[in-house]
């Protein structure tokens, strides 16, 4: 039986919260050297790039020291160095940290901030704001939140209890309630759950129903509406899908507001427009805690704004 073999720790600290790039080179290949593979995995980042950053020194091994030009290929060696972070509009709103001890970090995470790095969010993220604002550079995300949905996000301290946090998401042992704002319909029975197949394919914007056994399980029940024909829900997730709650909104006829993909895939709003957000909230995280075994229950304090203040949320004041 062959040994795993251990990773190395990083020669290279974090920039702004981000973590260095890590590659490992596969173990087998016909490169004579480590820039040639490089250039080569790495060609999208554009003519010239990557065998300049080696060229300057910028790519390092294991020792931290940086990666000849000339050097040989050899296979399952490790490489680091820092990606040119993209240019970033500030996300204009606070991360409020809900609960924070030895294990786990439990933020409420506003709208329009990805949890983790990805695409063109990378320090402007909650993961790279809260290694730099708590001074953890080893915190990581125990699961992810929409970047347009607002709420719960936990994250660990420590990297040998990450595994058991993300274990109780995966195995659905959290239980987690959602608060939206959408039309009312008096014709829409609820409570009830709904049950679908959705299927996220790489390089779509929206997710879709298709047929065949459900993946995807929701209970929509409805909290209260108002006159202006606005109805805040709440909604309970049994499986996690990607956008599941707003695909089954949608599908009962009564889609978030502020959606900007369902029912219609709508152009992208220009950076730094902050206005309408997703009216989706994650309110509660409730599960006991696989490394303490205390119970917890967490609560999110944000106001979905087109519930107290239509108006406002819409623009129009």
């Known amino acids: 039986m062959r040994r795993k073999t251990r990773t190395p720790p990083s020669p290279l600290p974090q920039r702004r919260g981000v973590d260095p790039v890590r590659i490992r080179l ?61 240019e970033e509009v500030p996300v204009p709103f606070p991360l409020r940290v809900v609960h924070r001890d030895e294990h786990l970090v439990v933020v409420d995470k506003p709208h329009f901030l990805a949890t983790t790095p990805r695409g063109s ?5 909650a993961l ?33 209890e990450r595994g058991a946090y993300q274990a109780l998401f995966r195995d659905r042992l959290v239980r987690k309630e959602y608060e939206a704002v959408a039309p ?19 390089g779509v914007q929206a997710a879709r129903e298709v ?46 507001l502020g959606d900007p993909l369902y029912p219609v895939v ?23 805690d696989p490394v303490t075994g205390a119970e917890h229950r967490f609560t999110s304090g944000r106001v979905l704004r087109a519930w107290s203040d239509l108006a406002g949320w819409a623009g129009r004041q």
């Open 26 to 86: 596969p173990a087998a290949g016909s490169w004579a050297t480590v820039r040639a593979y490089l250039v080569e995995r790495l060609s999208g980042a554009g003519p010239g790039v990557v065998g300049a950053m080696v060229d300057a020194g910028l790519v390092v091994g294991a020792d931290g020291r940086a990666v000849a030009t000339d050097a040989p290929y050899e296979p399952g060696m490790y490489v680091w160095f820092h990606r040119e972070l993209p």
């Open 184 to 202: 009312y319909d008096p014709a829409l029975t609820l409570p009830r759950t709904v049950r679908s197949r959705i299927v996220k394919e790489r």
């Open 211 to 256: 047929a065949g056994d459900p993946n995807a399980v929701t209970r929509v029940e409805l909290a209260e509406h108002r006159p202006d024909g606005l109805g805040r829900y709440r909604l309970v997730p049994a499986t996690g899908q990607t956008h599941q709650l707003r695909v089954h909104m949608n599908a009962l006829g009564v889609p978030i």
């Open 266 to 288: 709508t152009d992208p709003v220009p950076a730094g427009d902050f206005r309408r957000p997703l009216q989706l909230l994650a309110r509660t995280l409730e599960f006991t």
């Open 128 to 160: 790279a704001r809260l290694r730099q604002e708590l001074g953890i550079p080893a915190l990581s995300a125990a699961h992810r939140l929409d970047r347009l949905t607002a709420g719960l996000v936990l994250f660990t301290v420590r990297p040998e």
């Open 121 to 125: 969010h990378v320090a402007e993220t």
